[in-house]
């Protein structure tokens, strides 16, 4: 397995409000109209799953197969042309901030792993941005 990790993004909500929210793919609703519709085609998404087309890469659906209250939230992917997981980690500061980081790992042979390092690595910082940037108010 091949990992990558974003930076470290520093949210100015609760590490509960964050993962509240990011454990329920339902939330997906209140930022979809952040997506940016040339790239990401069929869009779709319920409590526990979320699937889009990627062009050149295809259809992909990720699975949340496991909850660590306020800690952790993993992925599986159920459709990808690549088999992999992604973690979304939290950690927090004070009552009302916390840190996140996003990991994928993914099976990757040699000559996958030269082509889809760099647009993998920036499609993560480009994820965790977004997330950060999420009104986790209630």
């Known amino acids: 397995m091949t990992s990558f990790e974003s930076g470290i993004k520093v949210i100015p909500y609760s590490q509960q409000a964050v993962y509240s929210k990011l454990s329920n793919l339902n939330n997906l609703e209140q930022v979809k109209d952040r997506i940016p519709t ?20 295809g259809n ?9 209250p306020c800690k952790t939230v993993k992925f599986e ?22 840190k996140m980081k996003l990991t994928i790992k993914a099976e ?25 940037q999420i009104p986790f108010e209630n």
């Open 108 to 132: 990757l042979n040699i000559f996958m792993k030269s082509m889809v390092s760099k647009p993998l690595q920036e499609g993560l910082e480009k994820i965790a941005e977004m997330i950060s």
């Open 38 to 57: 040339d790239k990401i085609e069929n869009f779709q998404f319920d409590a526990d799953s979320v699937s889009f087309n990627v062009s050149p890469v």
């Open 77 to 98: 992917t159920a459709k990808s042309p690549i088999p992999c997981y992604l973690w979304i980690q939290l950690v927090a500061i004070d009552d009302t901030s916390c």
């Open 60 to 68: 992909v659906c990720l699975n949340i197969i496991d909850r660590d």
